[in-house]
């Protein structure tokens, strides 16, 4: 699978990185007036980073029935300090999850369609085209 994964790039991992980011995003809009909720996201920079030096922070697998998740962004966690002036402790701010999510979401389309374009390639190439 080297050479698929050589094929593709980065573009396969900034695909799954930015699906759970959305993921995350999500859940802090959703939590927006849960008392004590701290928002979090990933430092998409870090882990596209990592990805290129070929370092993955992923889960460890520690028995071979574990599943594999192949999220690899689980380090790069990281937990929003935004001040709202409330004072039941949640951190999140709509204004800025909501650019963020929209951020991320032009980010996520551009990959798909650049993994979109890899994968094309790819079939193209075996079909000899």
Same mark, same amino acid.
């Given at each position: 699978?080297?050479?698929?994964?050589?094929?593709?790039?980065?573009?396969?991992?900034?695909?799954?990185?930015?699906?759970?980011?959305?993921? %995350?995003?999500? !859940?802090?809009?959703?939590?927006? &007036? $849960?008392?004590?909720?701290?928002?979090?996201?990933?430092?998409? +920079?870090? *882990?596209?980073?990592?990805?290129?030096?070929?370092?993955?922070?992923? %889960?460890?697998? !520690?028995?071979?029935?574990?599943? &594999? $998740?192949?999220?690899?962004?689980?380090?790069?966690?990281?937990? +929003?300090? *935004?001040?709202?002036?409330?004072?039941?402790?949640?951190?999140?701010?709509?204004?800025?999850?909501?650019?963020?999510?929209?951020?991320?979401?032009?980010?996520?389309?551009?990959?798909?369609?650049?993994?979109?374009?890899?994968?094309?390639?790819?079939?193209?190439?075996?079909?000899?085209?």
């Amino acid at each position: 699978m080297g050479w698929i994964d050589n094929a593709l790039g980065t573009q396969a991992n900034s695909v799954m990185v930015g699906a759970r980011r959305a993921e %995350l995003l999500a !859940t802090n809009l959703a939590n927006a &007036d $849960t008392p004590g909720y701290r928002a979090r996201d990933i430092d998409f +920079r870090a *882990v596209m980073a990592d990805a290129e030096a070929g370092i993955n922070r992923g %889960l460890v697998r !520690t028995r071979a029935g574990h599943i &594999d $998740t192949g999220m690899p962004a689980t380090s790069h966690m990281i937990e +929003r300090q *935004v001040r709202t002036g409330l004072e039941d402790g949640n951190t999140v701010s709509k204004e800025t999850e909501q650019a963020a999510f929209t951020e991320n979401s032009i980010r996520y389309l551009a990959s798909l369609r650049f993994l979109n374009g890899s994968v094309q390639g790819i079939m193209k190439a075996l079909k000899g085209e």
